[in-house]
T-cell receptor, first 114, second 109 residues
Framework: KAGVTQTPRYLIKTRGQQVTLSCSPI?????VSWYQQTPGQGLQFLFE???????NKGNFPGRFSGRQFSNSRSEMNVSTLELGDSALYLC?????????????FGSGTRLTVV | QKEVEQNSGPLSVPEGAIASLNCTYS??????FFWYRQYSGKSPELIMF????GDKEDGRFTAQLNKASQYVSLLIRDSQPSDSATYLC?????????FGTGTRLLVSP
């Protein structure tokens, strides 16, 4: 079955701009989580959506937002980009139920802010 | 104190040896624990998960969990150069994974 699809793979944006990233989970998975990965901080949790509802949110400023559609696809938006937002943004898909569910990651979107 | 802690390494082992990767966690409410492998420039790939005390084996990999000591480990038997990667330990709490910063493993031929 198809994996987790993230688009675009690479982005270069200018400070102050905004960006939207997309994630399509594995078919049948209703949970989508977003993570930011940087060399210094590792993988940091942004937020998690299940059936169009945000269930959990990490410690990121309000410039980071997301949403999930009825087909479980999710988008993440970052407004007023800062240089420090340069990172690999990863989306993870899971069934969202039980203690032993696995998270499958997409290939990521590498965002560079200049 | 970080919620999930790992030694950053690198951990260097010769080909054919056993690699032992360790992780400690602070949240006693954590229910499941995951080991991911991440090659440079790639996304994390799930190797194993464990949620019961004791050992869980899958091929060359064995995950060990000790909830009393809040300790998780991953053993890789017969290590291969292709195992060279960063290994991420993660715990799950309320609808999120909390990752350690990863241990870099280098397997030399």
């Amino acid at each position: 079955k198809a994996g987790v699809t993230q688009t675009p793979r690479y982005l270069i944006k200018t400070r102050g701009q905004q960006v939207t990233l997309s994630c399509s989970p594995i078919s049948g998975h209703r949970s989508v989580s977003w993570y930011q990965q940087t060399p210094g901080q590792g993988l940091q949790f942004l937020f998690e959506y299940f059936s169009e509802t945000q269930r959990n949110k990490g410690n990121f400023p309000g410039r980071f937002s997301g949403r999930q559609f009825s087909n479980s696809r999710s988008e993440m938006n970052v407004s007023t980009l800062e240089l420090g937002d340069s990172a690999l943004y990863l989306c993870a898909s899971s069934s969202g139920r039980g203690v032993d569910y696995g998270y499958t990651f997409g290939s990521g979107t590498r965002l560079t802010v200049v | 104190q970080k919620e999930v802690e790992q030694n950053s390494g690198p951990l260097s082992v010769p080909e054919g040896a056993i690699a032992s990767l360790n992780c400690t966690y602070s949240d006693r409410g954590s229910q499941s624990f995951f080991w991911y492998r991440q090659y440079s420039g790639k996304s994390p790939e799930l190797i194993m998960f464990i949620y019961s005390n004791g050992d869980k084996e899958d091929g060359r990999f064995t995950a060990q969990l000790n909830k009393a000591s809040q300790y998780v480990s991953l053993l890789i038997r017969d290590s291969q150069p292709s195992d060279s990667a960063t290994y991420l330990c993660a715990s799950t709490g309320f609808q999120k994974l909390v990752f350690g910063t990863g241990t870099r493993l280098l397997v030399s031929p």
